[in-house]
T-cell receptor
Framework: DGGITQSPKYLFRKEGQNVTLSCEQNLNHDAMYWYRQDPGQGLRLIYYSQIVNDFQKGDIAEGYSVSREKKESFPLTVTSAQKNPTAFYLC????????????FGPGTRLTVL | GESVGLHLPTLSVQEGDNSIINCAYSNSASDYFIWYKQESGKGPQFIIDIRSNMDKRQGQRVTVLLNKTVKHLSLQIAATQPGDSAVYFCADRFSGSARQLTFGSGTQLTVLP
């Protein structure tokens, strides 16, 4: 089955720790995205990557970092510099071309203890 | 920056009735629009999309209407079913945005028995 996966589904972190969220896709899509969703709110773009070894900051990149070493993988690290990291994190990917929807993973819920 | 917003945060409809969810966008350069459905604790699922050169597009039980004059988008769901209960997001992309989408805050649709 083709799709996009995220792991883990739930993640707990102590203050001051860095954590990495996994996002993998086998759709052969070139662009990948990370969003943050807070309760009752829409999606806010953290980082995106159009091609391997290249990525751009979104609207709320502070306290986050990413890498794109492989086409199918786009991990997100939530660093200790992120002051309010508790949220639902969503990864998405999209095929080449201007009129293609983004496919979303199931999400990772991060809670800071 | 642009904003994509929804007129109503919640909508309750009787099972079997039609639902209409509205969305306003601000960027007249937006050329592609998508509706997503998000169930609790899950990633958004694509419902239907429309390009700016169209006014209407129909899918299975869903219709999207686009009014570029007033920058308004709506999603109509026919014969609403309990499984339609979810949060619905509109998103838009403006030309030259490297395939980024801007999401509204969402409307919670509740289907009453």
């Amino acid at each position: 089955d083709g799709g996009i996966t995220q792991s883990p589904k739930y993640l707990f972190r102590k203050e001051g720790q860095n954590v990495t969220l996994s996002c993998e896709q086998n759709l052969n899509h070139d662009a990948m995205y990370w969003y943050r969703q807070d309760p009752g709110q829409g999606l806010r773009l953290i980082y995106y990557s159009q091609i391997v070894n290249d990525f751009q900051k979104g609207d709320i990149a502070e306290g986050y970092s990413v890498s794109r070493e492989k086409k199918e993988s786009f991990p997100l690290t939530v660093t200790s510099a992120q002051k309010n990291p508790t949220a639902f994190y969503l990864c998405a990917c999209t095929a080449a071309g201007p009129y293609n929807e983004q496919f979303f993973g199931p999400g990772t819920r991060l809670t800071v203890l | 920056g642009e904003s994509v917003g929804l007129h109503l945060p919640t909508l309750s409809v009787q099972e079997g009735d039609n639902s209409i969810i509205n969305c306003a966008y601000s960027n007249s350069a937006s050329d592609y629009f998508i509706w997503y459905k998000q169930e609790s604790g899950k990633g958004p699922q694509f419902i239907i999309d429309i390009r700016s050169n169209m006014d209407k597009r129909q899918g299975q039980r869903v219709t999207v209407l686009l009014n570029k004059t007033v920058k308004h988008l709506s999603l109509q769901i026919a014969a609403t079913q309990p499984g339609d209960s979810a949060v619905y997001f509109c998103a838009d992309r403006f030309s030259g945005s490297a395939r980024q989408l801007t999401f509204g805050s969402g409307t919670q649709l509740t289907v009453l028995p």
